[in-house]
């Protein structure tokens, strides 16, 4: 299965 | 004080169309330069960000930058009752009562539809969103904005479109992009091929790639993301397999809406 990445914390670590 | 007006409501009924099923409030950011929208979904998968400029108004007064957020749902009801040639009017005073009125006058019979939206929080935006450079991009894709729709219909009928994380793979090489469902019982593939221009198509599939790419991504997003072809009829797909995806409609000059989500990693 593949799983999700949050948006939210790719744009804070950025 | 914060006055605009549109002499069409065409326009932000187009907006609200593309925004209002997947993101339940967003944050407006009204400044000299026009309206910056921003709105995340409650699981925070999706990002979406419109830019309107100032131009896009057929009388725009801001004299002092001023955020709000708003419920979406709350305006895209008001909205459907507007006609599309209705005149609107968005004023706000920064007088503290937190509220932004829009007004709907019909121009044949004067009718005249006021609505009060007091503001409400927003979950987590704006965010700082940076422009990445081309180069991070495997591949782009521009198509017809009405053709990624219908290919996303397809797919979500084809797809077990019920369960949810329903996966789409979105493969790209340089003679065409390839659209990949599973079902419940078999697999449906979508191939469009790079439009050549001897064909002379009214709207090119074209495709830009630095290397073959192949992402996943969740086929109930996307399918929101196409309704942004009340905007703009061409899509534009930027694609990198540690980025969000883009999905870009430009809105005739006067600005964008953007629709950012990551591709799905195995587990």
Known sequence: ?14 | ILELRLVQATLFKNVLEAISDLFSKANFDFSGTGLELQAMDTSHVALVALLLRAEAFNHYLCDRDLSMGLNLADMAKAFRCANNDDIITIKAEEDWSDTVTFTFESPEDGEISIFDFDFVGTNGVPLEIPEFPESEYQAKVRMPSAKFMRICKKLSSFGDSGDRDTVVIISVDKECVNFFTRGKTGTSTIVCRQTQTVDKPKEPTLIEMKEQVSLAFDLRYMNSFSKGSTLSDQVTISLSSNLPAVFEYKIAETGYIRYYMLPRIEE
Do not use: D, P
């Not at chain 1, 593949?2 to 950025?14: A, E, L, R, V």
């Open chain 1, 1 to 14: 299965g593949t799983k999700q990445g949050n948006i939210m914390s790719f744009f804070k670590k950025m």
